[in-house]
């Protein structure tokens, strides 16, 4: 096994934390059930996952499923929830919106999971989402940040921020740190979290006295993006802000430096990925994005976390991973705090949740069944013995 005992106490403790238990309480009660002879053996305990393991946006789906992983084998090598072990089932949605909602289809009437985890993508999410507000099965989506999706219904809840906040802390970060005064947008049509972004950062941008210069679609896939990278630099913009998916944002960074364009990229959390910096390499230096939370930041708990991670998937996690983390954290809590694990009893025990304490973050559940959370920015910067580009912490934008 690769967890060990001093690593179950460590990250037991942000589940107890949230249960009230005292940390002592909490390290007596993780010793005790986290001797090699306690991991739950009852009757499983289903949870479902739908994320995006193939395609495009495959680091998405894989990075969360990696980070729901490693809470179930923690949580159950503590004993489970008395004595009965989480088993995960889990559907690859493809990145397609008509996948996601075969996947929690299957998950809710086939498999009969008490709760499902996902997607990342908000398109997706939004899919899946009236099939669990439907059958009263909670589901939590740990990244979709664009509003809509916890609108579905009162069982539809996330861990993260929602995307008004992400495009106020993009806009702020142009014109307070990169000074821009102009911004063009370049936003993938496709996908409801890019439109809903850019349209965030772009009220936020224009109230904060800046000036959008130019805005260019393309729907997410396009090879080509000569024709608005060449109407983006007769704009002149100081900043271009490109809030899609990795893919498209590490192609659209390559082209846009073959044009001669040299202003910082800006864009959001659909940039977390180790594939941009493989696909674009050099030409993502030295642009910066937002999103839920940075390796480098200090905290005990984002560094226990990456050891913990980092020995058992052999990688750095990335934010997907942190919040697939935190989002079935959250549940396990709820699980053990509610009445029952029928749908209405876990929603409620679910929508309590108030200062659980995150990797990304601390994480109360507001009465939209949005958290409430900091950004942070990060710059694509080339480290000391490295050749790529990763993330590295710049600043953290608190809500506002
Ligand atoms: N927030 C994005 C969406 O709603 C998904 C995402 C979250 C991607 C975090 C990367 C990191 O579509």
Redesign the pocket.
């Known amino acids: 096994m690769l967890i060990n005992r001093r690593t179950v106490l460590t990250l037991l403790a942000g589940v107890a934390l949230s249960l009230g238990l005292s940390t002592s309480a909490l390290a007596r009660q993780a010793a005790a059930q986290a001797e090699p002879s306690a991991p739950a053996a009852g009757q499983p305990i289903l949870v479902g996952h739908f994320g995006s393991l193939t395609g495009s ?1 495959a680091t ?1 789906g894989k990075s969360t499923s990696n980070g729901i992983r490693l809470a179930i084998k923690t949580f159950n090598a503590a004993g489970g929830l008395k004595g009965r072990p989480i088993e995960l089932k889990e559907y690859d949605t493809r990145g397609d919106a008509g996948e996601a909602k075969l996947a929690v289809e299957r998950l809710v009437k086939s498999d009969n999971v008490v709760a499902v985890l996902g997607e ?6 939004l899919a899946g989402a009236p099939v669990c507000q439907e059958a009263k099965v909670p589901m939590i ?6 509003p809509r ?1 916890t609108e579905v219904g009162d069982y539809i809840f996330r861990v ?1 921020f929602i ?1 008004p906040f ?1 495009g106020f802390a993009g806009a702020k970060f142009a014109r307070e740190e990169l000074k821009a005064k102009t911004a063009a947008i370049l936003v993938d049509q496709a ?4 439109v809903g ?1 850019s349209e965030q950062f772009e009220q936020n941008f224009v109230k904060m006295g800046g000036t959008i210069a130019s805005t260019q679609r393309y729907s997410g896939g396009a090879q080509d993006f000569t024709a608005q990278l060449t109407a983006i630099r007769a704009a002149k913009p100081d900043v271009i802000y490109v809030p899609g ?2 893919t498209d944002v590490g192609n659209i960074a390559i082209q846009a430096r073959k044009l001669g364009l040299t202003q910082p990229l800006l864009g ?6 180790e594939e941009l910096a493989k696909i674009a390499k050099d030409a993502i230096e030295g642009s910066f994005y937002t ?2 939370y940075a390796p480098d930041q200090p905290d005990a708990r984002v560094q226990d976390f990456i050891k913990a991670y980092r020995a058992e998937f052999g990688s750095t996690p ?3 991973a942190a ?1 697939g983390y935190d989002a079935a954290n959250i549940l396990f809590a709820a699980m053990r705090s509610g009445a029952s694990l029928e749908g209405p009893a876990l929603r409620d025990a679910i929508a309590a949740t108030k200062d659980f304490p995150g990797v990304t973050g601390n994480i109360t559940i507001n009465e939209k069944r949005d958290a409430v959370k900091s950004a942070v920015v990060v710059e694509m910067a080339v480290s000391d013995g490295q050749e790529l580009p990763s993330p590295r912490y710049v600043k953290t934008v608190s809500p506002k």
């Open positions: 946006e998405f990342v993508a908000s398109k997706l999410s989506s740990p990244s979709s940040t664009n999706v993260c995307d992400q996908q409801a979290y890019a972004l998916y990795y959001g959390d659909g940039w977390d990925s999103n839920h990335d934010g997907l919040l």
